[in-house]
């Protein structure tokens, strides 16, 4: 087979310290049918020049520079620039894992002819390198099911980021599949669009990303309009397939979404320094107040989706949670989600998804 052009498209924002670590990942590919595309978001540090100064000593990296308007539109400018049959956002304080990373994808995608490949990942800093955050998927007509949707973007997550994957090109262009400009969770909403269309996933298990904990990024601050931007990213994506003649298709993501929302409402005010769970509870009470919102979580209550989930455990819970919310119990809603906290069950949940690698 031959090997077509991958494009890695680096949005940069802030990231000084790790961006030539970052680069130099990719350069350390053993795929060399490569291009880099940075994407200077208006980054307010020394990161622009690196840009220029990297796209001077190679050539093949390539530069755009931008007005601020998020990650979401940086990797938009990316993808107008890419070349690429195939194309890999990599944020710019993270790595590719190893020189192979870009060659297992692209294998794989030519494989299966797949329109989405994903891998698993590690998560690191400077003291540390986790085992291997492995997907739990499987490829063929179980993507199509609701428990393949639940697992990917809710479980165990990895359909929910940009990163790590390896996207067709023609898959993306041809349903105009752009990132969402919400100033978080964007690649969620991006990747419940992508699912919409049915493509074709494939997935291998070696690690193909470094995932850096860096708590100065978005993902780990507080944020104040959680609520608003959770609720616009399930609304917009009803209404998204009802523009596109999909109405009611896929809505066990968008109910999903929704419950997952009032969890992790909750776990922002129970962070230290937060409001606790008087907090948490006005912040259910809050987010109980939007049709939508009661909409989802009644269906949820009735079983709706539920059932076609395979995990027990997680029936239980998601079934329990959105009867509470249904008949109003934000304070024992907030006070069961503190305890799962308290007893470290949301910790043990994420341990499960770890594997060491091979």
Same mark, same amino acid.
Request: aromatic share 12%.
């Given at each position: 087979?031959?090997?077509?052009?991958?494009?890695?498209?680096?949005?940069?924002?802030?990231?000084?310290?790790?961006?030539?670590?970052?680069?130099?990942?990719?350069?350390?590919?053993?795929?060399?049918?490569?291009?880099?595309?940075?994407?200077?978001?208006?980054?307010?540090?020394?990161?622009?020049?690196?840009?220029?100064?990297?796209?001077?000593?190679?050539?093949?990296?390539?530069?755009?520079?931008?007005?601020?308007?998020?990650?979401?539109?940086?990797?938009?400018?990316?993808?107008?620039?890419?070349?690429?049959?195939?194309?890999?956002?990599?944020?710019?304080?993270?790595?590719?894992?190893?020189?192979?990373?870009?060659?297992?994808?692209?294998?794989?995608?030519?494989?299966?002819?797949?329109?989405?490949?994903?891998?698993?990942?590690?998560?690191?800093?400077?003291?540390?390198?986790?085992?291997?955050?492995?997907?739990?998927? #499987?490829?063929? %007509?179980?993507?199509?099911?609701?428990?393949? @949707?639940?697992?990917?973007? $809710? =479980?165990?997550? /990895?359909?929910?980021?940009?990163?790590?994957?390896?996207?067709?090109?023609?898959?993306?262009?041809?349903?105009?599949?752009?990132?969402?400009?919400?100033?978080?969770?964007?690649?969620?909403?991006?990747?419940?669009?992508?699912?919409?269309?049915?493509?074709?996933?494939?997935?291998?298990?070696?690690?193909?990303?470094?995932?850096?904990?860096?708590?100065?990024?978005?993902?780990?601050?507080?944020? #104040?309009?959680? %609520?608003?931007?959770?609720?616009?990213?399930? @609304?917009?994506?009803?209404? $998204? =397939?009802?523009? /596109?003649?999909?109405?009611?298709?896929?809505?066990?993501?968008?109910?999903?979404?929704?419950?997952?929302?009032?969890?992790?409402?909750?776990?922002?005010?129970?962070?230290?320094?937060?409001?606790?769970?008087?907090?948490?509870?006005?912040?259910?009470?809050?987010?109980?107040?939007?049709?939508?919102?009661?909409?989802?979580?009644?269906?949820?209550?009735?079983?709706?989706?539920?059932?076609?989930?395979?995990?027990?455990?997680?029936?239980?819970?998601?079934?329990?949670?959105?009867?509470?919310?249904?008949?109003?119990?934000?304070?024992?809603?907030?006070?069961?989600?503190?305890?799962?906290?308290?007893?470290?069950?949301?910790?043990?949940?994420?341990?499960?998804?770890?594997?060491?690698?091979?």
């Amino acid at each position: 087979m031959q090997n077509p052009i991958v494009s890695i498209v680096i949005p940069v924002y802030k990231t000084e310290e790790f961006l030539e670590e970052c680069v130099e990942s990719v350069l350390n590919q053993a795929y060399t049918n490569l291009e880099i595309i940075l994407v200077n978001d208006e980054s307010p540090d020394k990161s622009p020049e690196i840009c220029d100064r990297l796209s001077r000593e190679h050539a093949d990296i390539s530069v755009i520079h931008k007005k601020n308007q998020g990650l979401g539109m940086a990797r938009n400018s990316g993808m107008e620039k890419a070349r690429g049959k195939y194309i890999l956002f990599l944020d710019s304080d993270d790595k590719l894992d190893g020189e192979h990373a870009v060659e297992l994808l692209v294998r794989k995608a030519q494989e299966k002819d797949a329109d989405i490949t994903v891998g698993s990942f590690r998560r690191f800093n400077k003291s540390f390198v986790s085992e291997k955050n492995w997907h739990h998927l #499987k490829e063929g %007509e179980y993507t199509r099911t609701a428990d393949f @949707r639940f697992k990917g973007f $809710y =479980q165990y997550g /990895h359909l929910a980021y940009d990163w790590g994957k390896l996207y067709k090109m023609d898959f993306l262009k041809e349903h105009e599949l752009v990132c969402p400009a919400y100033p978080f969770t964007q690649d969620k909403a991006h990747n419940m669009r992508c699912s919409s269309w049915n493509p074709t996933y494939a997935f291998i298990d070696e690690s193909v990303m470094l995932y850096r904990v860096n708590e100065d990024s978005v993902t780990f601050k507080y944020k #104040k309009n959680m %609520e608003g931007v959770w609720i616009s990213i399930a @609304r917009d994506f009803m209404q $998204y =397939q009802r523009e /596109h003649g999909r109405k009611g298709y896929l809505a066990d993501l968008a109910a999903f979404h929704i419950f997952f929302g009032a969890f992790f409402l909750v776990k922002q005010e129970l962070q230290p320094n937060q409001a606790g769970w008087r907090g948490a509870r006005r912040a259910l009470k809050q987010y109980g107040k939007d049709p939508f919102v009661r909409s989802a979580m009644r269906a949820l209550a009735k079983g709706k989706f539920v059932r076609k989930i395979d995990s027990t455990a997680w029936k239980i819970v998601i079934w329990g949670g959105s009867v509470l919310f249904s008949l109003h119990a934000y304070s024992l809603m907030a006070a069961g989600i503190a305890l799962l906290r308290m007893l470290q069950v949301d910790s043990k949940i994420t341990k499960a998804r770890y594997r060491k690698v091979q």
